[in-house]
C-alpha cells in the first residue's frame, strides 16, 4: 500500500498527523515516536525493514488494509539510525512534543532534527576522526567552499579555481562526508563525488538569510566566502533545528600556506589509511599517534594531512619537540594529565545543542580539575600559549553535579548534590522524613493492631499500601481507619488517612524535586554555555600539546631526527628510513642516502622489481611531509628545502572507476604533475611509460624527463626499467643515475635494498620471474630470448617459436635415451620400480 493512494477521509487521526508530517519530508525516512517505540510506515517502513533487518508488520489505521510498519525501541535505537545514515539515508526524528499522560487528545509531534552523514552528532562517531560537513557554490569563474565539523565546531573556507579536478580533489582530500551544491554546478562533478567517492549530495539555491550566525563570517571581507558560508549554515541550520552557537569563527584556509598534494599522493603514500584495506593500521597516522586525547588524535590528523609552508611555524614545533625530548620528566607528568582530559570539543558542542548530561558534566569538572597542573607544566617549558584554568567553573560544578554515579537521562532526578539549593534539600528532607516514617510504621501499626503478618509495601500503581493476610482480616477494627485498596487472592491492602498524607508528601516532594533538579541542570548547563568559546580556546592547545608530545615520544622511540630546512634546494638525507615499513619489518630494513646537491634535480633510479625503488620513492616524500608538519624524521640528518607541492604516480592507480585506461590515468597524472609542479615541487614517478609499447613508453619517459630538467627543474626522482635512458646523464647535468643493488649468486638473486651511484646494466627480471616459481623451461627460453637481445641489440629480430621446448625436447630425449639401455627382460621388479621411480623425479624436477 503507498501513502498517496489512501483515502485520508478514512484514516484514524493518528495515521493523517503522520502524512501531514510526511508529506514535508518526502525523501526523508521518519522515524516516528508512538510511546517507547520509533515507528516507520508505508514506503519507509518497507525499505527499513529490508535495510535494518527488522520484521515488517501492519497498522490498523481506519483503513481496509493494515498500513505497513516497522519500529525500532527508542531507547536503543542508535545503531539502526547510523547504519541508515551510513548507507546514505537521511532521517527526520519526529518526538512527542507534549506529554501523553497530562495531554488530552492527540500528542502533539514535531521533526526535531533531520540526521544526515555529515551532520551527525552522536558519540560512537571515530572520537579521532573528525566529521565534516561541506559545500560548494559555483560562481561559475571559480568555486567557493566551505565546511564544519558540527561536533567540534570548527569552520573553515576556501575559493578554489574553476577547474573540475581541482574542487572534487579539495572536497575528497579535506575528508568532507556530506556536500551541498548550488544548482549552477556541473554535473559531471556531483557524479564523480557521488559514485566515485560515495558523498551525500543535496542540491539547493537556499542562503541563509538571518544574521544570528554572523560571528562565524563576520571578518571576511570576501562577499563570494560569506555566499558560500551562509549556503552552508542554511542547509546545517534547517537539519540540525537546535542552537549551534558553539559553532567557530571561520578559518580561511590560505593554500599557500600548506605543502599541497591530491587524493592519490595521500592514498598513495598510506598517510592516513591503507590503500588495499582502507585501515589505519600500518598507515602514517597509526604510527605517529601517541595521543592521549581525542582532541590531539584529530590535530594530529588535520597535520598530517595539512603539512606547513611557513618555516616559521614549522620550525617552532621542532623547538616544542626538542624541548620535549630533554624535560622527559615534564612531558612524562604532562601526559599523565593529559590522560584525564574528556573530549571538551565534542562536549561543548552537546551543550549548547542540549543533549549533555550530568555524566558529561562530572567528564569536564574532572578535566578541569587537572588544568591548573597542566598550565603549570606549560609554563614550566616555556611553551608560547598559556590556558585558563576556570577554576569559578570547576567550582561551580563541584559544588553542584552529583559526582556519585549520576543517570544518564536528565529528567529522573538525582542530578544535584545536597547544600547547592536549600529549597531542594527542604523537599529531600520532607521527601526522607516521610519514608523514614513509612519504615517505622509497619512496626507502630503492628504493635496498635497485634496483628502480627500485617507488612507495609508500595507499588506502582497503588502506592503505599498495609497488607494484611486473609486469616487476619477478622482482627481489623474500625477505629483502624483502615480503607481497602486491593484485593489479592490471599491478602488484603489498606490504606489510612496517615498513610494517604505521608504519600501525598512523598509523590508531591518526588515531582517537585524532579522538576527542580532538572531547572537548575538548565540552570547549571547555560552558565557552562557561556564558557564554552573559552573551552575550545583551551582544546586547541590541549590538541596542539598532545600532538606534539606524541610526536616527540616517537621521535625518541624510533631514533628521529630534527630536520634542518635551507633555502639552496639542497636534498641531503643521510640513513634515511620509511618509518612505517622500518617499523614493520624492524631491523632488516636498510637505511638509504637521498643526495641531490649542487645542481642535482632528478634522480633516475634503475634496478630490479622488488628491490625497493617504490619504498625509497615513498620514504622521501614521507620524510618531507613529517619534516613540513613539524616533526621530527627517520634519518641519521636531513637538509632539505621547503616543498611546495607533491605530485606522485606510483604503483597501479585506484582511480579504474573513471574508466579510463591505467595508461590513461597515468598519463593524466603526468600532466597533472607538468602542469602544476614549480621549481620548488616534488615529483615522484614510478616507472612512467610502461603501460604502453617499450619504444612509446621510453620516448615518453625521456621527453618527460628531458621536460622536468629544462622547464621545471624540479626535485624528481624517477624510477625506470628503460636502461637506455640512463645515457641521458650525458646530456641532462642536473640528472644523476642511481640503482638499488642486487647480488646475484649462482643464478639466483639477493636484494641487498641498497641505493648506490649510477646505473645499473642488469634488470633481474627474469631472477624475480624464477622467484616466483615460475616454470623454469619457461624461464631457460627467457634466458635464451635475452642472450639473443643482448646480442642482437638494436637489430631488428624475430624469433620462432620452436626453440620454446628445446629444453623439453632435451630432457625427454635424456629420458628416452636412460629407457633403451634397458632391456626389461633382465631386470628385476625391484630395479624396474628404481629406475621407474628416477625418471618421475627427472620429469617432476623440470
Ligand atoms: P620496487 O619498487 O623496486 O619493485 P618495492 O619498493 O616495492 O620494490 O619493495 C619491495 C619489497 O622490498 C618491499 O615490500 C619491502 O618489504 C622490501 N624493501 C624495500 N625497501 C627496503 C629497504 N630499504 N630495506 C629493507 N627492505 C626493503
Given at each position: 500500500m503507498k501513502m498517496n493512494e489512501v483515502d485520508r477521509n478514512k484514516v484514524s487521526p493518528m495515521m493523517l498527523q503522520y502524512m501531514k508530517v510526511k508529506d514535508k519530508y518526502k525523501d526523508i525516512i521518519i522515524f516516528y515516536r508512538l510511546g517507547d517505540f520509533y515507528e516507520m510506515f508505508f514506503e519507509d517502513a518497507i525499505v527499513c525493514s529490508r535495510e535494518l533487518e527488522l520484521t515488517l508488520t501492519g497498522r490498523s489505521a481506519g483503513l481496509d488494509e493494515k498500513v505497513p510498519m516497522c519500529g525500532v525501541p527508542f531507547h536503543s535505537y542508535l545503531p539502526y539510525l547510523e547504519k541508515l545514515v551510513n548507507k546514505g539515508y537521511k532521517v527526520a526524528i519526529c518526538e512527542q512534543m507534549s506529554d501523553p499522560k497530562t495531554t488530552k487528545g492527540m500528542v502533539e509531534r514535531e521533526v526535531v532534527q533531520i540526521v544526515t552523514r555529515g551532520t551527525m552528532m552522536d558519540n560512537r562517531l571515530q572520537e579521532k576522526d573528525n566529521n565534516f560537513i561541506g559545500n560548494i557554490y559555483d560562481f561559475e569563474y571559480c568555486y567557493g567552499i566551505s565546511y564544519t565539523d558540527i561536533t567540534t565546531g570548527y569552520f573553515y573556507c576556501l575559493l578554489v579555481p574553476n577547474d573540475k579536478n581541482k574542487v572534487v580533489s579539495e572536497i575528497v582530500n579535506r575528508g568532507i562526508k556530506e556536500i551541498i551544491v548550488n544548482s549552477k554546478i556541473n554535473r559531471e562533478i556531483i557524479n564523480i563525488l557521488r559514485d566515485d567517492y560515495n558523498l551525500l549530495v543535496t542540491i539547493t539555491d537556499n542562503i541563509y538569510e538571518k544574521n544570528d550566525y554572523e560571528m562565524i563570517y563576520s571578518e571576511l571581507k570576501d562577499i563570494r566566502l560569506v555566499t558560500t558560508i551562509k549556503h552552508l549554515l542554511d542547509y546545517v541550520i534547517s537539519v540540525k533545528?537546535?542552537?549551534?552557537?558553539?559553532?567557530?569563527?571561520v578559518e580561511l584556509i590560505n593554500l599557500n600556506s600548506y605543502l599541497l598534494f591530491d587524493i592519490h599522493t595521500k592514498r598513495n603514500l598510506e598517510l592516513?589509511?591503507?590503500?588495499?584495506?582502507?585501515?589505519?593500521?600500518?598507515?602514517l597516522l597509526w604510527l605517529l599517534d601517541k595521543t592521549k586525547t581525542a582532541m590531539g588524535g584529530r590535530a594530529l590528523k588535520q597535520a598530517i594531512e595539512n603539512p606547513l609552508t611557513d618555516i616559521v611555524e614549522i620550525k617552532r614545533r621542532y623547538e616544542i619537540i626538542e624541548k620535549l625530548l630533554t624535560e622527559f620528566i615534564l612531558r612524562e607528568d604532562l601526559r599523565n594529565y593529559l590522560e584525564q582530559v574528556y573530549d571538551i570539543e565534542r562536549l561543548s558542542s552537546r551543550i549548547c545543542y542540549g543533549n549533555v548530561n550530568a555524566r558529561d558534566l562530572i567528564q569536564l569538572k574532572n578535566t578541569l580539575k587537572v588544568l591548573p597542573y597542566i598550565k603549570e607544566i606549560l609554563s614550566k617549558l616555556n611553551y608560547s600559549k598559556t590556558i585558563d584554568t576556570l577554576s569559578d567553573l570547576y567550582k561551580l560544578l563541584e559544588e553542584s553535579i552529583?559526582?556519585?554515579?549520576?543517570?544518564?537521562?536528565?529528567?529522573?532526578?538525582?542530578l544535584i548534590k545536597s547544600r547547592y539549593n536549600s529549597e531542594l534539600d527542604e523537599l529531600r528532607n520532607i521527601r526522607s522524613g516521610s519514608k523514614d516514617f513509612i519504615l517505622n510504621l509497619e512496626q507502630e501499626e503492628k504493635e496498635r493492631t497485634g496483628i502480627k503478618t500485617l507488612k507495609v509495601g508500595f507499588n506502582k500503581i497503588f502506592g503505599y499500601y498495609i497488607e494484611v493476610s486473609k486469616g487476619s482480616i477478622p482482627l481489623i477494627k474500625e477505629e483502624f481507619n483502615y480503607e481497602r485498596r486491593q484485593t489479592l487472592a490471599n491478602c488484603e491492602r489498606f490504606i489510612t488517612p496517615l498513610l494517604k498524607e505521608k504519600e501525598n508528601i512523598i509523590f508531591g516532594a518526588e515531582e517537585k524535586i524532579i522538576n527542580l533538579e532538572y531547572k537548575l541542570f538548565m540552570e547549571i548547563r547555560d552558565k557552562v554555555k557561556e564558557y564554552i568559546p573559552i573551552l575550545q580556546k583551551i582544546s586547541k592547545v590541549i590538541a596542539e600539546i598532545d600532538m606534539m608530545t606524541s610526536l616527540a615520544i616517537i621521535a625518541e622511540e624510533n631514533n628521529y631526527v630534527k630536520p634542518e630546512i635551507n633555502f639552496n634546494k639542497e636534498v641531503e638525507i643521510i640513513s634515511g628510513r620509511h618509518p612505517v615499513v622500518e617499523k614493520v619489518i624492524k631491523d632488516d630494513y636498510v637505511s638509504n642516502d637521498i643526495i641531490m646537491k649542487?645542481?642535482?634535480?632528478i634522480l633516475l633510479i634503475t634496478g630490479p622489481n622488488m628491490a625497493g625503488k617504490s619504498t625509497y620513492m615513498r620514504q622521501f616524500a614521507i620524510i618531507v611531509i613529517m619534516a613540513q608538519m613539524g616533526s621530527f624524521v627517520p634519518a641519521k640528518s636531513c637538509k632539505i628545502p621547503i616543498f611546495d607541492r607533491i605530485f606522485t604516480r606510483i604503483?597501479?592507480?585506484?582511480?579504474?572507476v573513471s574508466g579510463d585506461s591505467t595508461f590513461m590515468v597515468e598519463m593524466k597524472e603526468a600532466n597533472n604533475a607538468i602542469s602544476e609542479a614549480t621549481q620548488d615541487s616534488l615529483i615522484l614517478f614510478d616507472e612512467l611509460g610502461r603501460g604502453t609499447a617499450t619504444y612509446d613508453g621510453m620516448s615518453l619517459a625521456q621527453a618527460i624527463l628531458e621536460y622536468i630538467h629544462d622547464k621545471i627543474k624540479a626535485k624528481t626522482l624517477f624510477s625506470t626499467h628503460y636502461h637506455e635512458l640512463t645515457s641521458l646523464s650525458n646530456s641532462l647535468k642536473n640528472l644523476k643515475n642511481v640503482h638499488v643493488s642486487a647480488i646475484e649468486e649462482d643464478g639466483k638473486i639477493t636484494f641487498l635494498h641498497k641505493i648506490k651511484n649510477g646505473a645499473v646494466d642488469k634488470s633481474y627480471g627474469i631472477h624475480v620471474a624464477a622467484l616466483a616459481n615460475l616454470p623454469k623451461s619457461l624461464i631457460n627460453r627467457a634466458e635464451e630470448i635475452l642472450n639473443i637481445y643482448e646480442k642482437k641489440e638494436n637489430k631488428k629480430e624475430t624469433f620462432t617459436?620452436?626453440?620454446?621446448f628445446l629444453p623439453i625436447e632435451e630432457e625427454k630425449s635424456e629420458i628416452e635415451s636412460k629407457l633403451k639401455e634397458i632391456n626389461p627382460l633382465e631386470i628385476t621388479p625391484i630395479e624396474a620400480l628404481n629406475i621407474l621411480y628416477e625418471l618421475k623425479e627427472k620429469i617432476e624436477k623440470r
Open positions: 533545528k537546535g542552537d549551534l552557537s558553539h559553532l567557530q569563527k592516513v589509511e591503507t590503500m588495499r584495506l582502507h585501515e589505519r593500521m600500518y598507515s552529583n559526582d556519585d554515579n549520576p543517570p544518564i537521562g536528565i529528567k529522573e532526578g538525582s649542487d645542481g642535482t634535480d604503483g597501479a592507480s585506484d582511480d579504474l617459436q620452436t626453440s620454446l
